[in-house]
């Protein structure tokens, strides 16, 4: 599978070659998956909302698997303080939303959030577009495999409070795991790993993903961590 594009004018591919073994599983589940299986949420049919897109970067590290995430600035009208994916609303130069802007902007927002070089990530699969109702984006999910790493770190402190990457052993580990419920009743997975409670939209995407790729292990849904209204 492959498919051009660019970002700031250079192009960028979608290739499954050279990816390491561990990656298959995830490939299979990016080949497979139904949008209904990842998210009760999905686009408007009438078109409404704003194009987006976010980055799901594997890398390899110390201990194995890992993802890289951030946690958004507390001061952002949206999704204050939330760990997150790097990622953000495509710009009219990311080109066409319905082809390859996701691609690009997926990428552009990393460097720009993370001080990533994307020359050194190697873009292998999308998911389904889903659906963030409280704040009307409709995200298109772009994986890559982190296959040349670069230092990353916090480029704007007014966007990006820090950039950090999780084991994938950490998340798969039964004792961080629990579920997140807000004062509204909405329910929904939660990790707890590198000082963090990633939960929403982002950890819903972690545990369909470990689900699908077969890594998920068996955890206690009934271990409960509350949020609050501001949440």
Do not use: C
């Not at 299986?37 to 980055?55: D, T, Y």
């Not at 590290?61 to 939330?82: D, F, I, N, V």
Request: glycine share 10%; proline share 11%.
């Amino acid at each position: 599978m492959t498919r051009a594009s660019g970002t700031q004018g250079g192009p960028v591919t979608v290739s499954q070659e050279g990816l390491p073994t561990w990656l298959d599983p995830v490939v299979h589940a990016v080949e497979t998956v139904e949008p209904i299986q990842l998210s009760r949420f999905l686009p408007p049919e009438n078109g409404a909302g704003r194009q987006s897109a976010v980055l799901i970067l594997f890398g390899e590290g110390e201990r194995g698997p890992e993802l890289l995430l951030m946690e958004r600035a507390s001061s952002l009208r949206s999704h204050a303080g939330q760990p997150s994916f790097p990622g953000g609303a495509l710009d009219p130069e990311d080109g066409d939303p319905k082809a390859d802007g996701p691609l690009r902007a997926a990428l552009r927002e990393a460097e720009e959030e993370t001080g990533l070089d994307p020359a050194g990530v190697q873009l292998f699969g999308v998911l389904p577009r889903l659906y963030i109702p409280v704040s009307g984006f409709v995200v298109t999910p772009v994986l890559g495999w982190w296959r040349e790493p670069t230092p990353v770190g916090v480029v704007d402190p007014n966007e990006t409070a820090r950039v950090f990457t999780v084991p994938v052993a950490d998340l798969t580990d039964p004792a961080n795991r629990a579920t997140a419920v807000h004062p509204s009743g909405h329910r929904g997975p939660a990790f707890l790993v590198e000082s963090a409670l990633v939960w929403g939209f982002t950890a819903g995407i972690i545990d369909r993903l470990l689900h699908f790729a077969g890594w998920e292990l068996p955890w206690d849904r009934e271990n409960q961590v509350p949020l609050d209204w501001r949440s």
